[in-house]
Each structure stands twice: as C-alpha cells, then as structure tokens.
C-alpha cells in the first residue's frame, strides 16, 4: 500500500510564493511517477504538473512557468514551488502517484488527503 502526505499549504497573498511537499510511503518511490493535482471549490479536480521517475516533468498550460516541479528520491519527496501565486490558484492541492507517468497525470492509482492553498488578491 503507498502511503502520501502533502504539506506545505496556506495562505498567501497574490504574486506570493508556496511550496509544497509529498512525502511517500510503502513502494519503490523511485520508479513511480509523480504528480500533483487540484480542485477549487465547484470545480472538477484538474492536472497541474508531473514528474517521471526518469525527471521528465509535465505541466498544464496554466502554471507553465510559473510552478517548479522536483523530486528527491533519497527523500522519498516530491516539491512543486509555486510562484508569482493568482487568486485563481486557490484550491486543495492533490499528491498523487501512479508507475505510469501517462496514467499520473491522467487517473493515478495512488492519492494523498490534499492540503489547501489559499491566494488572496
């Protein structure tokens, strides 16, 4: 069983920067692919960036250059830094991992319990 923990979450004001972590328990964490994903109120849950276990990252076009995706296997963590924060990237932040890094960013096998991020204007 993979066990995920985010942490990182809160409220920032806009332009502001977050980071968020997943630490992740129970597999081989190296060879699985990552991802985060998140859901704002109303909203349906949505992709936002993944992370191969070769380091290939992926991203939806509204965070291209503006959220970092990373990873430390020694660590068994994943990180997305997230800057110059808009009102709009309010939502509950998802951790999620599955072997495949076409199926993590898609419907991944594994999820966390979220944490909340907050961006006032």
């Known amino acids: 069983q993979v066990q995920l923990v985010e942490s990182g979450g809160g409220l920032v004001q806009a332009g502001g920067s977050l980071r968020l972590s997943c630490v992740a328990s129970?597999?081989?964490?190296?060879?699985?692919?990552m991802g985060w994903f998140r859901q704002a109120p109303g909203k349906e849950r949505e992709f936002v960036a993944a992370?191969?276990?070769?380091?290939?990252?992926y991203y939806s076009d509204s965070v291209k250059g503006r959220f970092t995706i990373s990873r430390d296997n020694a660590k068994n963590t994943m990180y997305m830094q997230m800057n110059s924060l808009k009102p709009e990237d309010t939502a509950v932040y998802y951790c999620?991992?599955?072997?495949?890094?076409?199926?993590?960013?898609?419907?991944?096998?594994?999820w966390g319990q979220g944490t909340q991020v907050t961006v006032s204007s």
């Open positions: 999620a991992t599955d072997p495949s890094s076409l199926k993590v960013r898609r419907v991944p096998d594994y």
């Open positions: 129970g597999r081989t964490f190296s060879r699985y692919a």
């Open positions: 992370i191969s276990w070769t380091y290939t990252t």
